[in-house]
Every structure is written in C-alpha cells, then in structure tokens.
C-alpha cells in the first residue's frame, strides 16, 4: 500500500490550461505539503496544510491553489499555465507538530507544459 | 534566519572507493537533521537522521552520519560505494521549534563510476 500517492505522475499541457494534481496520504499524519523541484534539483516549498488548515504559504503566483477537503488529501490546482511551471511537484507528509519533521514523498507528479 | 549549504553540486566517485557529502547549517535554535535521497525518477526517501543521543547515526545500506554541534555540520559519509548509490542526496533541517518547516539544502548528486 502507497504511503503518500499522487496523480497523475505526468502531465503534458499546452499554455494557458488549467491542470489539477491530487495526493493522499495513508499515514494518519497531520501535516501535507506541497514541493516544486525544478530542472537543477532545487526543492521549494510552496505550500503546508496542518488539518486542514494553511499554515505554509510561499510566495506562489495566485495561479496556484492548494486545496485541502479532509486532512488525508491535498490538491493542487494551477490555473493559466506558463512554460516556467514545467518542474516535477512532490507532495508529502509528516506528523506535524508532534513530530520532527520528517517527511514522506509521494513519486512526484512531472508537469510539462508546451 | 536558518539555511543549509550543500557546498558540493556534483561529486564522480569509482566504485568501491569511500564518499563524504557535505552538509553545514546555520540556525540559531536548536534542529533535527536528516539526509534524503532521491534515486532517478523518484521520489525522496529518508536515508538517516540525527534526533537526539549518538551523534553519529547509520543507515541499512552503510551510509552514517556524524552530528557536529561546534562545526554545524552534518557530513555524509560511505566507506565503499556501489553504482546503485548513484542518486541525489538532500541534507534537510527541522528546528525544533517549528516541526512543520523543512529546509532543504541544494543537492548533491553522485554519480558512481564503475
């Protein structure tokens, strides 16, 4: 059974679309996230959700909205799709504040956009 | 405000020769530390991590890590490796205070040379 599942795993688009990435985690954890890895490997947080609620919240473009229907799930919306969004996001998930930050990925979701 | 530097982008090794990768941080509260790879097409996977006790931590495929508090340094290191260690290895800090905030270092990626 997949800890931390996200779909799909590739997604290739043309500019200007709207696209929708879903995770969900199996773990009973408190906390998701939401990481874009760029083309150097770099990892940015974007976004951090503890039961339900936003308490991360990088400097994103409004574009992109995390959504949060139950603390299992984290969704991740971008609408308007620009070229620079290509990048591979990795959802995960830690215990939050009763743990110590250690983190469970999901396969990553890799974005394409044309 | 806290950071961690990953001072070696790329680092070719032969195989079955030793490894160290690099890790320093900066923070003024205390931390947790942890070491992610990531193997090609992956996602991240937790290699080791320093909670508390034994400052040097191992993991099941002869990775170990030393905890200095004076240096702030979190050193990777392998005494033999294999072409499968070839991956992306991420140092990561959690400060205690705040479970919820990751900071990743930049990457290094090793490359195992047969």
């Known amino acids: 059974d997949t800890a931390v599942s996200q779909t799909p795993k590739y997604l290739v688009t043309q500019m200007g679309n709207d696209k929708s990435i879903k995770c969900e985690q199996n773990l009973g954890h408190d906390t998701m996230y939401w990481y874009k890895q760029d083309s150097k490997k770099f990892l940015k947080i974007m976004f951090s959700y503890n039961n339900k609620e936003l308490i991360i919240n990088e400097t994103v473009p409004n574009r992109f909205s995390p959504k949060s229907p139950d603390k299992a799930h984290l969704n991740l919306h971008i609408n308007s799709l620009e070229l620079g969004d290509s990048a591979v996001y990795f959802c995960?998930?830690?215990?939050?504040?009763?743990?110590?930050?250690?983190?469970?990925f999901g396969e990553g979701s890799r974005l394409t956009v044309l | 405000a806290q950071s961690v530097t990953q001072l070696d982008s790329q680092v070719p090794v032969f195989e079955e020769a030793p490894v160290e990768l690099r890790c320093n941080y900066s923070s003024s509260v205390s931390v947790y530390l942890f070491w992610y790879v990531q193997y090609p097409n992956q996602g991240l996977q937790l290699l080791l991590k320093?909670?508390?006790?034994?400052?040097l931590v191992e993991s099941i495929n002869g990775f170990e890590a030393e905890f200095n508090k004076s240096q702030t340094s979190f050193h990777l290191r392998k005494p033999s490796v294999h072409i499968s260690d070839t991956a992306e290895y991420f140092c990561a800090v959690t400060l205690k205070t705040s479970y919820d905030k990751v900071i990743f270092g930049p990457g290094t990626s090793l490359s195992v040379i047969p």
């Open positions: 995960a998930s830690s215990l939050g504040t009763s743990g110590t930050g250690e983190l469970f």
């Open positions: 320093y909670l508390s006790g034994s400052t």
